[in-house]
């Protein structure tokens, strides 16, 4: 077989799957973001064994930045889950502050690291850890059996605490401060293996431990699905005519929008080759087009106007933004975005469920007027 489709068609697997399986979080929590963590953690060894040396050697460079770039494409997808299905207030709030902190500080790090310098300003990502991923897990394991709005703001804090100090901190300096590679080290001592199956058995063990004997006793049975959407909010006209009575063109929603999809872009724009776009562009660039989704969703709900279909909503999300980038370019030579396309479907992806799920989470937090009818 000819190496280069072969090797073509190994990353464009790969990819799909690093693209596709992060759009099924939001209805499968728990399994759909361990298959995320798994692909994540094993792409690049898919990689380096079934890619030939010359292609290897061509894309070798580009890796970490296409890893760090859909890292953040489904943890935000797992943010947007969050709105749609976490009914405990703290963790709903600590959730939302892990994740932007975690953006910020990828977004810190892609602006002022050196590309010359493999090492230099590493030590931010162990300043700004991802505690939220582990968080999401962890949150998700509890929604296993019970009901995690029962748990208290305090023990949210402390398991927030604990996955932040004892989980990320050290994977942190071991990846990005000391730069570790677990098969180079496991190959070099051979305790690494033993003493890492051991405690994953110890692990194991406690967890068995503490559900048989110290946990209250479960609230249902083992379910790998999402909760359904609260009966108030479970069609797009109800969750239409909640936005149109409760949101407003300039709010808080709009703002946490721009930053969370400005952030999220930027880390694009630094990583994405041929990209020319300076961080404050890429966010002026986001803001003009979050205005307008913003106007336009809003008169629509207005008027009781409503897609039914994710799909369907995305694809006119889509046309309205590319509209808008075409409209923007004409009027202005300013107003451009490299990779147009890409940034288009990226942000478009995020306003969608951030439109969709933002009002379930408004109404669990009480932060509601209910629609006239």
Same mark, same amino acid.
């Given at each position: ?5 072969? *090797?073509? +068609? ?34 690049? !060894? ?18 970490? +930045? ?38 910020? +500080? ?112 479960? *609230? ?88 039914? +279909? ?27 975005? *490299? ?15 951030? *439109? ?11 932060? !509601? ?5």
């Amino acid at each position: 077989m000819d190496s280069t489709v072969w *090797d073509v +068609g190994i990353v464009v697997l790969v990819v799909a799957l690093r693209l596709f399986v992060p759009l099924l979080i939001p209805v499968f929590p728990l399994p759909a973001i361990v298959a995320c963590l798994v692909i994540d953690g094993v792409d690049q !060894t898919v990689f380096q064994t079934q890619l030939s040396a010359p292609f290897w050697a061509q894309v070798e460079n580009e890796y970490q +930045g296409y890893d760090k770039a859909l890292d953040v494409y489904y943890l935000s997808v797992a943010y947007a889950a969050t709105l749609r299905n976490w009914t405990n207030p703290a963790a709903v709030v600590s959730a939302q502050f892990l994740w932007l902190y975690r953006l910020a +500080g990828v977004t810190l790090f892609e602006i002022v690291h050196d590309a010359g310098e493999p090492a230099s300003w590493r030590w931010l990502l162990l300043v700004f850890p991802n505690t939220f991923e582990y968080f999401f897990i962890a949150y998700e394991a509890i929604a296993l059996r019970w009901d995690p709005a029962r748990l208290p703001g305090r023990l949210v804090v402390a398991l927030v605490a604990v996955i932040w100090v004892f989980v990320k901190l050290p994977q942190e300096w071991w990846i990005h401060v000391a730069q570790l590679d677990f098969t180079d080290e496991a190959a070099a001592h051979t305790w690494v293996l033993p003493s890492l199956a051991a405690a994953v058995a110890a692990l194991c063990l406690t967890a068995w431990w503490a559900a048989r004997y110290r946990l209250p006793p479960a *609230d249902h049975a083992v379910t790998l699905v999402a909760p359904p959407l609260p009966h108030e909010l479970g069609t797009a006209a109800e969750r239409s005519a909640f936005r149109a009575v409760n949101w407003r063109m300039l709010d808080a929603n709009l703002a946490l929008k721009v930053v969370l999809v400005g952030l999220v872009c930027v880390d694009f724009a630094q990583i994405l080759p041929g990209s020319t776009m300076t961080p404050l562009h890429t966010l002026v660039a986001v803001a003009v087009l979050l205005v307008v989704n913003s106007a336009v969703g809003l008169a629509l709900a207005q008027r009781r106007r409503s897609i039914e +279909g994710t799909v369907r909503a995305f694809l006119a999300v889509c046309g309205l933004n590319v509209v808008t980038v075409a409209a923007g370019s004409l009027l202005s030579a300013r107003f451009h975005l *490299d990779h147009a396309l890409f940034f288009v479907l990226l942000i478009s992806l995020i306003v969608v469920l951030y *439109d969709r799920y933002r009002p379930v989470r408004d109404l669990r937090m009480g932060r !509601t007027t209910k629609p006239a009818g």
